[in-house]
């Protein structure tokens, strides 16, 4: 996807708990690490992720596991973003060591729709999320 930009980049320890029964993390963890990366950015902005009975939902997520990571390590997961729609906007992720940042051990995808809790429904992205997303 060519049009993505990097808006954020975080790293992070893993933790012995990530791994599972076959030595390395399990895939689901790294659901988790794109997570946080995605909550680090949105709470970047300085205000709550809930705003007003609004706020994001994933819509469908997915990631490719290309290498096995392993405790110990720090990892790096940068976020990528593509053009916003009028209330949505999807996100792209790496996931690297950083003792080894030119190897990619993982890279995933999340679809953001900020949503109208009470009614259930879809609403404009709110501007503070938009100028994240376009003053880069």
């Given at each position: 996807m060519s049009d993505k930009t990097l808006i954020y980049t975080a790293q992070m320890k893993?933790?012995?708990g990530d791994m599972d029964a076959f030595g390395h993390v399990n895939n689901t963890?790294?659901?988790?690490?794109?997570?946080?990366?995605?909550?680090?950015?949105?709470?970047?902005?300085?205000?709550?992720?809930?705003i007003d009975d609004h706020g994001p939902v994933i819509v469908n997520a997915s990631c490719t596991f290309l290498r096995q990571l392993k405790y110990?390590?720090?990892i790096e997961i940068r976020m990528y973003a593509?053009?916003?729609?009028?209330?949505?906007?999807?996100?792209?992720?790496?996931?690297?060591?950083v003792d080894q940042p030119d190897i990619l051990?993982?890279?995933?995808?999340?679809?953001?729709?900020?949503?109208?809790?009470?009614?259930?429904?879809?609403?404009?992205?709110?501007?503070?999320?938009?100028?994240?997303?376009?003053?880069l």
């Open positions: 893993l933790r012995w963890i790294y659901f988790r690490y794109m997570e946080q990366t995605r909550i680090e950015w949105l709470e970047q902005a300085g205000s709550s992720m809930v110990p390590a720090d593509q053009t916003p729609g009028r209330s949505s906007f999807d996100t792209l992720y790496e996931i690297r060591r051990y993982a890279e995933g995808s999340a679809k953001v729709v900020w949503v109208n809790f009470k009614q259930e429904k879809s609403a404009p992205l709110p501007e503070v999320v938009r100028k994240m997303l376009t003053a």
